[in-house]
């Protein structure tokens, strides 16, 4: 049956609106002002413009509709508006990471993804809120207030894409994109409930985005139906020669691979995940069970796997990252540390801890753990874990949270560079619950496949987050204030020399930060040491 006339468009997504506009019973500029007037009416309530471009965006809508209209839809984004996470390079608008440091910073060509989204017609309405330089977060001292979960306005989106994940959530907005570092898209599509996927390293372009971790970073899209994320995929995926990390392949149809049929797909279920290394609560844990039960419906052969504690992948990935991130922002450190917030300072600055040798053995770990993992994925086609949720409260944040070593389900993936995409699967006193699948290396269209057929088989995408206009927001927390440390003045002093040797200073609360989360990180880099062979060579490598 054919999609009917929509009455209100602005929760449309981007395979109905598409199917509309191609048919001329939706213009792409009545979908636009749909969105700006839905944006302007409620993105008050959870903050997740950074920099809206309306007057842009309705120029873009209206040649989108003249193109249509004389020579047809150049494909299912035509005329379709999308938001991007403020990393992304949009040529002649400011990319600022939503930090005081970059403020000034202005894009001079567009990213390849946004030329790749502005190539197939896609109209853009804005650059979105997000965790300082796509890093630390959620931060309460930056120029612009962090992004609020529409689902409830006192608890957190998730991060560092927090900004994507609210205005998808919200009805702002259709596709958005985000990166992912170590969970960065699928955080807050958690815990907003959406679908958020992290491709292969490499499949998507990285030229022209802010870098958080060189050999870490990934793009992807944030949209609210598994299809929907296909077709944003499809567009964004493919070699890029200027992205030297851009892999040489060529992307399958993956709306094609959405079939909805999983008979005699082998699924792994990495239940110790969520019951042994960070336990779920009893809501999640049940949903799960049901989603779990739903794949099994649909002819899928699930077992019990297991790889290492979801602590050592963690803790994996922020040594090697941090080491990356702080290079990547050393020169603005030592200018203007003043200018970044202190949640950012308490995760970078504690990388002049990590020696180039733990560096070194975290890339050679994440070398084994990769093919530890690869062994795994030849005796199953995907594992499904939980996702981070319910989203706790903005108020509960502490900078040190990060350096505490609890461990996380999705940085596993990062490790390994694998597609890894959330869902949601259910709900928790009104907040969203979410469950993981990842796929073997390039595999994207199996990961889809997997989760496409969950959605439809359970029909769980009509509800949405109910925002009141007239609602008054709850006001947003202090800045938190420096956690006390048991440090000796003698390790204290150590922390003040390391400091001046990196030429860094982050004035007396940034210190304090810095020595409140020291002696989590020496722990975490106590454990990293371990004996290997001399032929497990670091993850990255240079080769001629």
């Known amino acids: 049956m054919p999609d009917a006339i929509p009455t209100d468009p602005r929760f449309l997504g981007i395979a109905q609106a598409s199917r509309l506009i191609a048919t001329r019973r939706l213009s792409p500029v009545e979908l636009t002002r749909a969105l700006i007037g839905r944006a302007e009416a409620l993105d008050g309530q959870i903050s997740s ?74 109209v853009l309405l804005g650059k979105l809120t997000t965790h300082e330089c796509a890093h630390g977060g959620p931060s309460f001292d930056l120029f612009a207030p962090p992004a609020r979960n529409p689902w409830d306005t006192s608890r957190f989106t998730g991060g560092s894409s927090s900004g994507s994940g609210a205005a998808v959530a919200a009805g702002l907005m259709p596709l ?58 499809q567009v964004l995926a493919g ?7 851009s892999a040489q392949v060529v992307p399958p149809d993956y ?64 040594i090697a990252a941090e080491s990356e991130i702080l290079a990547v922002h050393e020169h603005a450190l030592r200018r203007q ?17 990590i020696r180039g040798a733990d560096y070194v053995q975290a890339n050679r770990l994440r070398a084994i753990m990769t093919r530890e993992i690869e062994a795994l994925q030849r005796e199953v086609d995907v594992l499904v874990t939980a996702a981070p949720g319910p989203a706790p409260l903005l108020s509960d944040w502490r900078p040190a949270n990060f350096w505490r070593g609890h461990g996380s389900h999705v940085p596993v993936f990062n490790v390994t560079g694998a597609p890894a995409l959330v869902q949601c699967i259910g709900f928790a006193d009104g907040l969203p619950l979410s469950f993981q699948v990842a796929g073997r290396p390039f595999e994207e269209a199996t990961v889809l496949r997997v989760a496409h057929a969950y959605e439809k088989a359970t029909g769980g995408r009509e509800r949405r987050p109910s925002l009141d206009p007239l609602a008054v927001v709850p006001p947003l927390p202090p800045v938190p204030e420096p956690e006390a440390a048991a440090l000796s003045a003698a390790e204290e002093g150590e922390l003040r020399d390391l400091l001046r040797r990196a030429r860094v200073d982050p004035g007396e609360r940034g210190f304090r930060h810095l020595c409140s989360v020291a002696p989590h990180v020496r722990e975490a880099l106590a454990r990293l040491h371990r004996p290997a062979a001399f032929a497990n060579e670091p993850a990255a490598v240079f080769r001629a």
């Open 49 to 122: 413009y950074l920099r809206p471009s309306f007057d842009t965006a309705l120029k873009e809508a209206q040649a989108a509709e003249q193109e249509i209209a004389s020579g047809g839809p150049r494909g299912p984004l035509h005329g379709v508006p999308f938001g991007l996470k403020d990393i992304f390079d949009v040529a002649g608008v400011p990319t600022t990471g939503q930090s005081r440091a970059y403020a000034s910073q202005m894009a001079r060509e567009d990213s390849e993804v946004v030329r790749r989204l502005r190539g197939a017609g896609a």
């Open 239 to 245: 070699h890029d020669p200027g992205d030297p990390a």
């Open 176 to 233: 958005a994109l985000g990166s992912d570092t170590g969970g960065s898209i699928r955080n807050p599509a958690a815990l907003c409930g959406l679908v958020g996927l992290k491709p292969t390293y490499g499949l998507v372009s990285r030229r022209g985005v802010m870098p958080n971790a060189f050999g870490w970073d990934h793009v992807g899209p944030m949209t609210w139906t598994v299809e929907d994320c296909a077709l944003a995929l």
């Open 337 to 353: 540390a003043d200018r970044f917030g202190e949640d950012f300072l308490t995760r970078i600055l504690p990388a002049i801890l």
């Open 255 to 318: 709306r094609a691979a959405l079939t909805g049929d999983l008979r005699g797909l082998r699924i792994g279920v990495l239940r110790h995940f969520f019951e042994e290394d960070l336990p779920a609560s009893p809501a999640m844990a049940a949903a799960l069970e049901q989603a779990f039960a739903v794949l099994r419906s649909l002819g899928a052969d699930l077992r019990d796997v297991r790889i290492r504690p979801s602590r050592d992948y963690a803790e994996c990935k922020i």
